[in-house]
């Protein structure tokens, strides 16, 4: 059953520090258009520069996910885009006047409170989910890190931290449902262990840190010396250690809190592939570097998938240019005008149709009994295609021939035979300059890629031409 895409319905505004950075910042959830994804926007900035919410925008994953783009950055991103997930919510701006999203108080839970508060709203727009086909596998074995994903008709987690000490050793945590997020993991916080923080202290990081947003667990004895330190860096006096072994007198929420947190963290950093994933993820000791990797990983197959899958083409529609238009443009006549439709087309790209035949010429010798369309018609046809885009740069396309000056990496993967719909799929490789134009392109039947090649050809002015 189709579902369609999310929003909010009014912009929600929070306040915060930022937990590296320290610096105070406003974080604003505006609605947003279908299709457009998650954005986070800088309004700090000149001309206030947007960054997708995209693994390819990734730059850094220490203590935390940044993005950046064109020397812009946006850092810990996580909670603020696993709230988004966890309510799915497919569009949003994210609004910021600082470079790092508010800690708050550790979790997604104000930033799912806040996002509530603005109501989520359906949109005219139908949600389109990325389904893992197959498993995906990422290993780290300098970390002992371990992430699966594996086919399945909805979204599940499963997350496995073992940190080997004797205040926080295995946990397991689970989700097998987006709809048990907002209360079962939103609320889960980050957290530290004390000999972690002379480290993350001495490289500039955690400014804005403070025991009321962020677990410290005490994995060693708490000196004098120590304590006075902390004190000082926290702003706290009487720091002690709680039965579970933590630096505050923070209520843990969850006995396996931490390792809810990862799973949270799991669900911020896998959004960054675009799309809601149906699937399986089982992650052992997952940190935001191994999830960002995994996630690059499923994009990696992503991007695959929309090569392999031929354009979306309504065959029943009218054509941008007939037959009759083609033949006013490509000198080309029977048996050798072997383009029938052109379904689209833009300044980068073209897309068109040959609807193949027992009719043609060519399968009266190619083959006999056995009738095969020769992979050297398919090129042409496709070289055909392309024309039609570089001849719609010059206003008398009538009086310019095209000749071939290169075709490289060509792959036949399938053969065409009569009663096969040839979808033709072209782009520029580079801009068209002095009527040379260097194409790539992709020949589809039934939605699968038959052929592939890569061509270089040029238009060129021949006098006394005529239709």
């Known amino acids: 059953m189709a579902e369609n895409q999310r929003t909010i319905a009014q912009s929600r505004s929070l306040s ?8 105070q910042v406003e974080i604003t959830f505006l609605p947003a258009e279908p299709n457009s994804g998650i954005r986070f926007r800088r309004k700090d900035v000149e001309g206030m520069p947007e960054i997708p919410a995209d693994v390819d925008f990734v730059s850094e994953t220490a203590r935390g996910t940044t993005l950046e783009r064109n020397g812009v950055q946006v850092a810990t991103v996580e909670h603020a885009l ?25 979790s997604s839970r104000l ?64 989700l097998n449902n987006l709809d048990e997020f907002p209360a079962e993991i ?19 990081l955690i400014k804005g840190g403070d025991l009321s947003n962020a677990i410290v667990y005490v994995d060693r004895a708490l000196s004098n010396e120590d304590q006075a330190a902390l004190s000082k860096v926290f702003n706290k006096t009487d720091l002690s250690v709680t039965k579970e072994g933590t ?27 675009g799309k809601p994933i149906k699937g399986t993820i089982i992650a052992t000791r997952p940190g935001h570097a191994a999830n960002v990797e995994f996630a690059k990983k499923i994009k990696q197959l992503m991007k695959a998938d ?16 007939n037959i009759n238009d083609i033949s006013r443009i490509l000198p080309h006549r029977q048996p050798f005008l072997l383009i029938d439709k052109i379904m689209e087309m833009s300044d980068s790209h073209v897309v068109g149709v040959k609807n193949v035949t027992m009719n043609e010429e060519f399968f009266k010798g190619h083959f006999p009994g056995n009738p095969v369309m020769p992979g050297v018609l398919i090129i042409e046809a496709m070289a055909q295609c392309g024309g039609i885009l570089v001849l719609n740069t ?29 979808v033709f799929k072209l782009e520029l490789v580079s801009p068209i300059r002095r009527g040379i134009c260097h194409m790539r392109g992709t020949a589809y039947v039934n939605n699968k890629p038959v052929t592939e090649a890569e061509m270089m050809a040029q238009i060129v002015k021949e006098k006394g031409l005529s239709n």
Not at 84 to 99: Q, S, T, W
Not at 186 to 204: I, P, Q, S, W
């Open 111 to 174: 930033f799912i409170d806040a996002l509530l508060d603005a109501g989520i709203e359906e949109q005219e727009a139908e949600r389109e989910y990325y389904e893992l086909k197959t498993n995906v596998f990422f290993k780290d074995p300098a970390r002992d890190v371990e992430i699966i994903g594996v086919p399945g008709d909805d979204y599940r987690v499963r997350v496995m931290i073992d940190f080997n000490s004797p205040v926080l050793g295995f946990q397991h945590a689970h």
């Open 394 to 422: 010059v206003p008398d396309p009538e009086n310019y021939l095209t000749y071939f000056m290169k075709i490289d990496n060509v792959k036949f993967k399938q053969k065409v035979i009569p009663g096969d719909t040839l």
């Open 82 to 106: 696993a709230a988004a997930a966890g309510l799915r919510i497919d569009n949003l701006l994210i609004e910021l006047d600082g470079p790092e999203v508010p800690i708050l108080d550790g």
């Open 16 to 23: 915060g520090v930022g937990l590296h950075t320290g610096i």
């Open 186 to 204: 939103a609320g889960c916080r980050t957290f530290v262990f004390l000999h972690e923080l002379k480290m993350l202290l001495d490289n500039n």
């Open 247 to 273: 630096l505050n007198n923070l209520e843990i929420r969850y006995q396996n809190e931490a390792a809810r947190h990862k799973l949270l963290d799991v669900i911020g950093d896998l959004s960054l592939v």
């Open 306 to 321: 929309k090569k392999n899958q031929g354009p979306e083409v309504d065959l029943n529609q009218p054509p941008l240019y």
